[in-house]
Structure formats: structure tokens, C-alpha cells
């Protein structure tokens, strides 16, 4: 996923200069609902001897099928049982943006205010099996609109299958950057849909939980989990900040650090997943707590995060020539901001802030596909926490999305297979309302229909 | 010329239809009920994520083409797990139900990551479809 600190925050785009950890809570949004990585890689094609179609809904990633859900629990290290497979790939994300109106300064120096073709990502990936049970997903993203280069999601995993009362269960750790990237369920934020969106266009209001990308790539962590009997899934791990130094050698801007991380740091998921080939389901809740000190003071007031989320789906199979799926999740997230409150930058001592979200697909062939869903952020106001760029000291946002889309290949006697894949597609983001209102959100005569986005892109891998 | 073609394609279909209808039946007696296009629906269902049809396609697993007759492990691009090597089987309509019906039970540490077709009637519409696959 990109990190567009510069760009991505309307707020520092305006000349404002929020302190990072204000941006935390009230500017995460363009990580929430913009640009979203994406996973759909030939690599584990060639590993495995399956097609993409195999593992992803509409023959490309990340849309996880049950199969897909289980070569991720297993760690990337499913294989055909040949030699000689080398775990790199590519991929290449490009496209047209346009917004209802231009927007009020460049998204970034190299792109103009509207009507924008660009290359959104470029990025190389180590994503397969390197041992027998340990495998990985490296990715290293160029941004075509930034001109700048860093390390992506990163998702290290040794797993391995025991017999647990006669049932396999796999026991894995997952060592990342990003909580949530380890997720196999495309629920949480980190792979929810839309699974690619403008860089330099609107996706989503500017605040956002912490969980929905607001440490994504300035963090490590390590969690634990275990799969029982393909249904029974749980995880447990925490989180350290990156140090500003380490940060800046993987190509993180040094204005985004957030700060250290609390040494209680919690990341947890339980979930369920029935997988009936023909169909499957999955029901579970997940958290995340920390306490973050901004200016990296042992002794320093803090800002402490309390996230708690319930999430499910379902997907029809049937024999994959017409794929429906539906999405849902709901995030609930209680804030304790004594750092904030302190140096006078959040007028509430506490607040919280929810995310809900739903959405359906429908694949033709496992080849063309309509999308659609719907979100909505809401939150307790702040006068001084949501000011610049904010209405009435609201973060809520309310949005549809919508897209259509066309993979041609990723199936079994696909030009290409097992070495390239491509999707195209075109997608419109609306808002009925965006930080805090539907007119004049920012005080400058803006609506929230204004950053209503139309993205035509481009997708490949190889 | 070109109606002569069409009239002559009827039958020689009708003849290919009824040798491939006599192999199935030789091959597969116990599966003769079987019903072929529901079992090529099983097959979408169950088990293309890891196996084709089309002939010197391997996946994960084996292409499935022309299965039944054929001794368990025997195609040479594919590398199967000892056990399977090892079982002496041969793929005939009770084999494949047995195995299909529980993999790990009919072949104790094969590797086929595959939990088993309970549905006794799916079963038999699969094994059906495998023995059209010549």
C-alpha cells in the first residue's frame, strides 16, 4: 500500500501543519478509504500450478476463495512439490483520475489538480516458499505520482500443520508491518474492498481508526496463530514502532513517524470460515490496543487506541462461473487522548470513532466483474481534533463506491498463465457526505460531492 | 461439398458418442447411472482448483484425462507422494469412489489436501464424467 504522507492528508496539502499524532486520528483517511495495495501475483501461481482463479474471486487477487484463505494461513509454502521456482514477481498499477471538481491544490508536485494519468504503483515483490515451511511476502513500491520508492506491506510467516484430535491445525507466526496485513478474510481494512483506488483521488473521508492504516509500514509485529480444522481461526501478536532512522532507510517520509508504540501493544482475531466448496462463510471479531507517546518520551502523556471489530462474509462458488460474494465489517474504536488534550490540540479528553462497511461483487466466467459498497464513518466531535478541512467538528463521511471490471487471463488456458495477469477496470467514488457535511465541508464553499472520483486503471502482474 | 460435410459429421459423432458411451460402461460398470453433465459440475466444484481435464495439463495435482484405467502415479511431471506411488493402484470406478470418498483413508500420507466427497450420488455423477475423459 502506498505512503503518501504529503499527499495523502488534505490537511498538510492546505499548508496546515498537524502534528503527526493529531494526523493519527483525524487524518488516516485517504489510507482508510484511498489508495489500496494490491495482491495478485503469478509467483504463487507458479509455485503452486494452480490458476489465480484458483485462490482469487474474479481470477485476481486479493479477493481471497477459500483456498486462497488457506495458502495464506499456510504461509505462502503450498507447493506443486517441483524444483526450481523462483518466489518474484511484478505488478503495475496505472489510470486515469478525474473528480467532480478539481481539487484546491495539486495532490502531489508532480500531478495537477485534476484529470490526472499516472502510474500509481510499481512494485517488486519476494512472494512465495522459501523454505519448507517458511515462506513470505516482500513488497518494494515505487509511487509514480510521489517519484519516491519505499518498503510496502511486508508479511513473514512460518507455519506448519500438526493433528490436533484427529483434525489438521496449523500453527504459524506472522512477523509484519502492518496489523491486519496478516488477515486472510478481506474484512479489515488493510485488504477490504475497493483492492485498488486512485492515488490521487478521493476514497474516503480524513479520519479514520488506528487499525485502518494509521501504522501501516512504521511498525513490526509478531503474532501467533492457529487454524483448526480449515474453520477455526486465532491469532494473538504485538506491535513496536520502527525506529525514525530504520523508517527513513525503508523510504517511510520522516514526517509521517507516529511516535513509540506501547509496550502492551495487542493485536487479536478470532474467526470461523465453513468452506462447502460450493459456498463458504466466514464470522468473526477482532481488536487492537495501544498507547502511542508522540514525541517518543518514556514519561510523556499518551494516546491510547482501543479497537474493536466484528466482521463477516459470505461467497457463492457454485462451479466459478458466477461468483457472488458480500463483505461486512463494522470497527468500534474509544480514544484516550491525553496527549492531544494536553497540548491543547483535541478538545475532549475522549472520543471514539466507527466504521462500518459493506460490499458485493458479482463474477461472470471469473472474468467480468461488478462491484459495489458502501461506507460510512462516524464520530464523536471535536472542534479542535476535527478543525481544518472539518465541518461542525465531525469526522463522519458517508460514501458509495462502485466498479466494473475485466481480467482476461488468470485462467487455466489463459494467454500468459502462469507468468502474467491483467484487470481493467473503472471505478466511481460519491459522497454524500465528507468530513462533517455534505456543502461547504471545508469552509471554502467545498462539497462533499466535489470529490466524487470517477478511476479508470489498469492492473497488471507478471 | 459443405452440406456433405455436415451430414457426414452426424454420424460419425453418433459412433464416436457410442464408443465413448461402451468404454465408460466397460470401464466404470458400477458408475453406468452416473449423470455425466452434473458430475462435470462436481468436478468445477470439487476439484479443478488442483486438476484439469485436458490432457498433459498438470496442476497441483495430475491431470485427470483419461484417469480411469490408468496406475495410480504414473504420469512423470508430477510429483506424488510415496505413499500414492507406492499403494498399486489402479484408477477403476471403485478406486476412484474410495478415494475420492477419503482420500487420507484409502491413501494413509498420501498428500492430497482434500477432506473427501461424503455425497455418495456426487461420487458416482463424477466418476461418471472422469470415465467420458478420453
Known sequence: MKNKPNSAFPGLRAGIARRCATLLLA?????????????????????????????????YGPQLTPAGVRFKIGGYTDTDGKDGKVPLSGMLVGGFTHTKKKQDEAPTVHTD????????????????????????????????????????????????????????????????????????????????????????????????TLINGG???????????????????????????????????????????????????VYWRLAWMQDWKQQSFTAGVFGFDTAIQPDRISSGPQNHYHDVGVDASYQFLGTRKHVGTIYTSYIHENQRRNDLFTKGEATNRTGHLNEFRINASYYFDQTWGVSAGRFITRGSRDTLLYSDGYANGSPNTTGSVFQADWTPFGKEDSWGAPWANLRLGVQYTLFDKFNGARHNYDGNGRDAKDNNTLFLFAWTSF | MALMKKRMIVPVRLLYGLCLMTLAGAAVPAHAAGDIHRGEDVFAQECAECHSVREGKNKKGPSLFAIVGRKAASIGDVVYSDALRQSGLTWNATSLDSYIAAPRKAVPNGKMKYDGLGDAKAREDLVAYLATLH
Open chain 1, 215 to 265: 501504522l501501516e509500514h512504521r511498525v513490526i509485529g509478531a503474532s501467533a496463530y492457529a487454524f483448526w480444522d480449515n474453520s477455526l481461526y486465532a491469532e494473538i501478536g504485538t506491535y513496536r514502532a520502527l525506529s525514525q532512522s530504520i523508517q527513513a532507510d525503508t523510504g517511510q517520509h520522516r514526517s509521517g513517524d507516529m511516535g513509540r508504540l506501547d509496550g502492551d501493544t
Open chain 1, 113 to 208: 489538480r485534476n484529470n490526472n494519468t499516472t502510474l500509481d504503483e510499481a512494485s517488486l515483490f519476494v512472494a512465495g516458499r522459501l523454505a519448507e515451511n517458511l515462506g513470505a511476502f516482500i513488497q518494494w513500491t515505487y509511487d509514480g505520482t510521489e517519484h519516491h520508492s519505499a518498503l510496502d506491506h511486508v508479511d513473514v510467516r512460518a507455519a506448519r500443520t500438526f493433528d490436533v484430535g484427529g483434525k489438521d491445525t496449523v500453527f504459524g507466526i506472522s512477523v509484519n508491518n502492518n496489523p491486519g496485513v496478516q488477515d486472510p478474510f478481506n474484512t479489515m481494512p488493510v485488504w477490504g474492498f475497493p483492492y485498488t483506488s486512485s492515488a490521487v483521488g478521493f476514497g474516503g473521508g480524513d479520519a479514520a
Open chain 1, 27 to 59: 487524518s488516516a483517511g485517504l489510507f482508510a478509504g484511498g489508495m489500496q495495495s494490491a495482491h495478485a501475483l503469478p509467483s504463487f501461481a507458479r509455485q503452486t500450478g494452480q490458476d489465480c482463479a484458483a485462490c482469487h474471486v474474479g481470477a
